[in-house]
């Protein structure tokens, strides 16, 4: 339960980052890691990591947001 309310917490913290451009370095430094990845997919025009089902746009922004292949 408390990792499902954390998740939500992330989805909502990373929304609002996207909308207000925050966080736009560490966006840029772990997409260098997303862009390659096996696992990155696009679905209508937004590119999503299918091992988290997250949008990277929303993701990448969030510090305490973790890669669950390692990468970053
Ligand atoms: S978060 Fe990790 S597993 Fe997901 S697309 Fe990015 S590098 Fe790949």
Redesign the pocket.
């Known amino acids: 339960m408390k990792n499902f309310i954390l998740k939500i917490k992330n989805i909502i913290i990373g929304h609002l980052y996207n909308l207000f451009n925050i966080n736009n370095k560490l966006y840029t430094s772990r997409y260098n890691?997303?862009k390659d990845?096996i696992?990155?997919e696009k679905i209508l025009g937004i590119n999503y990591?299918s091992?988290?089902g997250c949008p990277?746009k929303d993701?990448l922004r969030v510090e305490d947001e973790r890669?669950?292949?390692g990468?970053?």
Do not use: R, S, V
Request: net charge positive; hydrophobic share 25%.
């Open positions: 890691y997303c990845c696992y990155k990591c091992l988290c990277l993701k890669c669950l292949n990468k970053w």
